[in-house]
């Protein structure tokens, strides 16, 4: 069973300072608007946010279905967007890995896997026992789902209120706290690099090819990273 004492110390987590709370409450009120506008019932944008709970993923959907996708391109795009959290995952979960831990824990807990709980708890694993962390980190999932199905309610209730310039501010809040959180992380060789080196290929790359500027920005930094930082450890 899940030990409630650090489920509940997860779960409160989201109150502390740098929470991503307010910024993942903010995009999901855009996101529960959107799909209001897109015609979805109260029922069916709950259901996105709970299965789908991740605002790359949902904006995806979003934006394919106005275009009249498919529903298999519709699921490959999400699919592939949503890429993005196998390495979160492969970081993530040999920090919560513990033989006395039963495996339908950790089979439960890869869907928390998003940015806002992962930073979470990759501040807060060291406090925490490791026998127990992954108590902790369904506590924290808990948390973050609760906030993201929470929002879309209210966005869908107050569509008729946010324009589409409304829509855009509120859903960039989640990706600008990420960037604001990576940097006040640039405590190694590695994240430096990155992340100067993303804030002027993925710019730059625009002007040669818009659609890929960002993933191929993002690969050619991470990859050069990871290398010069291997270098150093060395």
């Keep these: 069973m899940i030990e ?35 015609g979805f019932s109260i029922n069916e944008s709950i259901f996105s946010t709970l299965f789908t709970y ?23 795009a999400v699919w592939l967007v949503n890429a993005r959290l196998y390495p979160m995952t492969v970081s993530l979960m040999p920090l919560l890995m ?13 869907h928390f896997i998003a940015v806002s709980s992962w930073l979470i708890m990759k501040n807060n694993y060291e406090s925490v026992d490791k026998e127990k962390r992954i108590d902790f980190w369904i506590g924290i999932g808990s948390a973050t789902w609760s906030v993201a199905i929470i929002s879309t309610v209210i966005g869908y209730s107050a569509s008729e209120y946010l324009n589409k310039d409304m829509m855009i501010g509120l859903s960039i ?62």
């Design 4 to 38: 409630l004492k650090y489920f509940w110390k997860g779960f409160k987590s989201i109150k502390g300072v740098g929470s991503p709370a307010i910024a993942l409450g903010a995009s999901f009120i855009a996101i529960g608007a959107l799909l209001k506008n897109l």
């Design 54 to 76: 991740a605002l790359p993923g949902s904006l995806v959907m979003a934006e394919s279905m106005i275009v009249g996708a498919s529903l298999i391109n519709i699921f490959v």
């Design 98 to 110: 513990h033989e006395t831990q039963p495996r339908w824990k950790y089979y439960l807990s890869c």
């Design 173 to 234: 809040i989640n990706p600008i706290y990420f960037m604001c959180m990576m940097i006040g992380a640039m405590k190694t060789v590695q994240i430096n690099i990155s992340i100067i080196l993303g804030a002027i290929l993925g710019p730059a790359l625009y002007f040669i090819s818009p659609e890929w500027c960002i993933l191929f920005g993002g690969v050619i930094s991470g990859t050069i990273a990871f290398f010069i930082g291997e270098k150093y450890a060395k």
